[in-house]
Structure formats: C-alpha cells, structure tokens
C-alpha cells in the first residue's frame, strides 16, 4: 500500500513537471544547427560534466524566432552553434555552488533566463564549420567576454556585430557581460522548470 502511495506521488511529480515544461520543444542537430552543448562535456568552467546528455530544448516561440535567425545567417554563408539552451533550475544550482557571482551565473532562486526555455548560448560557424573568433571561448569569466570590450581586433568586433544582428532581428536581446548569451523578448515573465529530458530520447542528427 505504502509502495503505491509513493509511486503515485512519484508520477504525480513527473507528470506535473513535465506539463509545467510543456511549451518547450527540442532542437535537433542539423546542417544549419550545431551542438557544442558544454555542460554535457567537462570543457566547461566548472570542469565537470553537468547534463547527462546534450540536447538542446526551447520555448516553442524561441524555436520560432531562431528558425528566422537560421534563415539569415544561411542567406550569408553562416551555421550557427548552440553552447547551451533550457537549463533545468537543479543544474542552475551546479553551476551557482562553482561559480557564485552573479555577474556571470544568476542565482537559482532569481532564475536564469535558461531555466525558463528563453535564452540561448550561441555562436556562429563560416560554411566549411571553423568557429567565428568572438574573442574568447565561450563561458570566458573575461572582461573580454562583455559586450563593449576594450582590445578586440576589427574581425572579432565585426564576427559580434553580425551576431547580434542576426539575434537582435529576430526578437532576441544580449546581455552585458556575454557576447554568447541572448534572451527572447517577454522570456523573463516565463516560469521556472525543473524539468529533465531524457537521455533515452536522444536528437537524431538528420
Ligand atoms: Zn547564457
């Protein structure tokens, strides 16, 4: 009896998490879509791998928005890769206990922009797949990182400028600290999930 009382709740709780994540839809790997999802490796700056697999999972309306950025940087030559998309609020917490600076990680209990399926980690690709130089790697502490930086030379200025271009087009706002990182417009009254995807489903690349 006491077995079923948990099971029930136990469904209870996965049902509930998944309905409350129910807007959110995977982007597959594809010719225009690459994955660097770092958190599924260990080459990230909390040296551990956080996420068991690498997906990549977005509020329906992101998915919407990102297809119009795939569009423009195709008509110019470009792919795009994505570093990082949905975070788990449990992962938010990993990445807090590593890094506690707000300046770089959001605390879990404010919410990161990830943890409500609006905000995107991404960079580009020329067609031949060499990564464009934006002047440091991806999730770089750097003041080098921050939108405005001081010392960047004429190509990485213009590899950022035609990023954002394609992102701000499209809906999508940076932030200050990170030439990588992007929020959908209206994503920051969106609620925070839990929820994980399984690595049991994994993206086929097509
Ligand atoms: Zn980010």
Redesign the pocket.
């Known amino acids: 009896m006491k077995a079923v009382l948990i099971w029930g709740i136990l469904m209870f709780f996965i049902f509930e998490a998944r309905a409350q994540a129910k807007d959110l839809v995977l982007l597959n790997q594809s010719k225009s879509i690459i994955y660097q999802i770092k958190y599924a490796t260990k080459d990230n700056f909390t040296g551990k791998q956080i996420y068991d697999c690498p997906q990549c999972w977005v509020h329906k309306d992101v998915k919407t928005a990102l297809d119009k950025v795939i569009k423009l940087a195709d008509a110019k030559g470009y792919k795009i890769v994505l570093?990082?998309c949905y975070?788990p609020s449990p992962y938010q917490w990993k990445l807090w206990e590593a890094k506690p600076d707000s300046r770089y990680v959001m605390h879990p209990k404010k919410g990161?922009?990830?943890s409500r399926g609006g905000?995107?980690?991404i960079g580009l690709t020329d067609g031949k797949g060499n990564e464009l130089d934006f002047g440091t790697p991806y999730d770089s502490f750097l003041e080098k990182s921050h939108r405005n930086a001081k010392g960047l030379t004429t190509a990485q200025i213009k590899n950022r400028k035609l990023l954002d271009s394609l992102l701000y087009s499209a809906g999508f706002v940076g932030?200050r600290t990170?030439w990588?990182?992007?929020d959908y417009k209206g994503s920051r009254a969106w609620p925070l999930m839990s929820w994980k995807w399984s690595c049991e489903s994994k993206p086929k690349p097509k």
């Open positions: 570093y990082d975070r990161s922009i990830h905000a995107l980690d932030i990170e990588w990182h992007f």
